[in-house]
């Protein structure tokens, strides 16, 4: 569910296999019995690359049906790559699955953690929780970031040229928090609140496009966006990382204030809807399908408009680098069969499809359609959450393509 940040990749080595698992043990027994939110395998006959780490080093995960089931998963991955519009770049990533509750009945929480650096000075450090407490009474969300992130920006709209292309780098923090109370079983309420400040916003000093959305939008500086959010979500999935079925749905509204220091008043609506089907009860196979709908309103900061990538984990999109396309509305549509290679879990294979369309500037209407498709491998690293590397390659039209690398699905 983290991206790397190796888009436009022309090489990425091999993932260090630099792979760590704390408590490395089956939960399969104390699990609640729900035939439709389970897998339809144990855990304990699946192997991952722990298991393979372990059989090179001669180490044998300790078994037993007495054994406590242990409540922790920590997952690491390190790696090097080299992408045309960030050079060299060092990724690492970290990932915590665990239960918040002793007889794990409620929904599996996670901790992500992303830091990078490369040589055309990109820094990211991304944190992000997802709590559920006993019983799924409660739910804590954040997010928060630093990055110093030149991209290639293009203007708004779908129909942008290739041509358009300049650098924009800026600064930013963001700090988004939401607390989420059940209504009924799997419906929650959740109020919140986020911060988005973008500093020291330049674009490259010898831009000659002959149009430039970023100054007729209205360029500026630095650009503070702070509100209140309300999100109303519907979660039946036992896990986030990798849902085998069940459906998400979230509508999140959320209205900047300038009595909250925000540059400008405005607001937007977010609606996020995913489901997933087992086609067949003998498989971990899934058919998934993912939608959304994100409005803005005038007075939208040019950094804070929907773009490609833009989404809570910057997974949208695949087959375009992150802000390839951006607008003041945006639908978008991606539907993804996950499958498995070998009998023993350990690899996995996806096919995908995605499609997005954005408002022009300034009339804001819908025109023109970016489809992408694409490929990708599983590799297993903890069999116990579930959690795999997703290694993807997409195209999209117009000649984008590029290599994606997550810890945990896309979606």
Not at 92 to 100: H, L, Q
Not at 244 to 257: C, D, M, P, T
Not at 366 to 391: D, E, Q, Y
């Amino acid at each position: 569910m983290i991206k790397l940040s190796i888009l436009k990749a022309a090489v990425i080595p091999v993932l260090i296999s630099g792979l760590l698992c704390i408590n490395h043990h089956s939960t399969a027994q104390t699990l609640k019995k729900d035939t439709v939110l389970q897998p339809v395998t144990d855990s304990s006959k699946q192997v991952d690359a722990i298991d393979v780490l372990g059989r090179i080093l001669h180490k044998k995960e300790a078994t037993g049906n007495n054994q406590a089931a242990k409540r922790l998963n920590f997952s690491v991955v390190p790696s090097a790559g080299y992408s045309l519009s960030t050079g060299l770049a060092a990724d690492a990533v970290a990932n915590a699955a665990f239960y918040t509750g002793k007889r794990h009945l409620e929904n599996l929480s996670s901790i992500n953690a992303e830091l990078v650096f490369d040589t055309r000075q990109q820094r990211i450090f991304v944190n992000r929780w997802e709590i559920w407490s006993p019983g799924n009474q409660y739910k804590f969300t954040s997010d928060i970031r630093w990055e110093k992130f030149p991209t290639d920006n293009y203007g708004l709209g779908t129909r942008t040229p290739s041509a358009n292309e300049y650098d924009l780098v800026y600064n930013y923090v963001r700090a988004y928090g939401t607390f989420f109370k059940k209504l009924v079983t799997d419906y929650y309420l959740g109020i919140g609140y986020n911060l988005d400040y973008h500093y020291n916003i330049t674009q490259d000093p010898t831009e000659t496009s002959t149009r430039d959305d970023f100054k007729a939008y209205g360029q500026t500086t630095t650009s503070t966006s702070s509100g209140l959010v309300l999100n109303f979500l519907f979660d039946n999935r036992k896990n986030s990382i990798n849902s085998l079925n069940g459906a998400y749905a979230s509508v999140i509204y959320r209205q900047n204030s300038t009595l909250l220091n925000s540059n400008t008043n405005w607001r937007s609506l977010l609606i996020d809807i995913r489901k997933y089907f087992r086609p067949s009860p003998t498989s971990n196979n899934v058919l998934a399908f993912w939608s959304m709908v994100w409005l803005s309103s005038a007075q939208t900061p040019y950094l804070d408009l929907p773009a490609t990538g833009q989404d809570t984990y910057n997974n949208s999109g695949r087959g375009y680098e992150q802000g390839r396309f951006r607008g003041r509305d945006m639908l978008y549509i991606e539907g993804e069969y996950r499958f498995g290679i070998t009998p023993n879990g350990l690899f996995g294979g996806v096919v995908f499809a995605n499609g997005q369309t954005f408002t022009n500037y300034p009339d804001n209407k819908f025109s023109g359609f970016a489809p992408a498709t694409g490929a990708g491998l599983r590799v297993k690293i903890n069999k116990h959450s579930n959690t795999n590397v997703a290694i993807d390659y997409g195209v999209g039209i117009k000649g984008s393509r590029g290599l994606f690398v997550n810890l945990g699905e896309v979606f």
